[in-house]
């Protein structure tokens, strides 16, 4: 059994930072071999914000946060965990932010392409 969970939304100034993390584990050991992070605000479809592989062989940010965010690994016991180092953030980076795995080992920036999904961690930016 796939379990993912997002950590870290809140509520920040313009021009202050948010670090999110999302911790991937299941029992059978099995990797997983890509990470990205999605976002949604209000009346809005879901929107790739950045993505990598585990081996380190790419990563994609998307135009919006290039130069802000960055996207890194980190492992532990029987998990894989990706953090989204958030600067210089603006109102419009407000939304419900979506961590998203799977094994596949290459990038991709489409939502659909990727196997399971964190609940979703709320960031909210005021000016």
Not at 17 to 45: K, Y
């Amino acid at each position: 059994q796939v379990h993912v969970a997002e950590f870290g939304g809140g509520l920040v100034q313009a021009g202050g930072s948010l670090r999110l993390s999302c911790v991937a584990s299941e029992s059978d050991l099995e990797s997983f071999a890509s990470f990205a992070w999605f976002r949604q605000a209000p009346g809005e479809g879901r929107k790739f914000v950045a993505a990598r592989t585990w081996n380190d062989e790419s990563i994609r940010y998307a135009d919006s946060v290039k130069g802000r965010f960055t996207i890194s690994r980190d492992n532990g016991k029987n998990t894989m965990a990706v953090a989204l180092q958030m600067n210089s953030l603006k109102p419009e980076d407000t939304a419900v932010y979506y961590c998203a795995v799977d094994r596949a080992g290459f990038v991709r920036l489409a939502p659909e392409s990727y196997q399971y999904w964190g609940q979703g961690t709320q960031v909210t930016v005021s000016s």
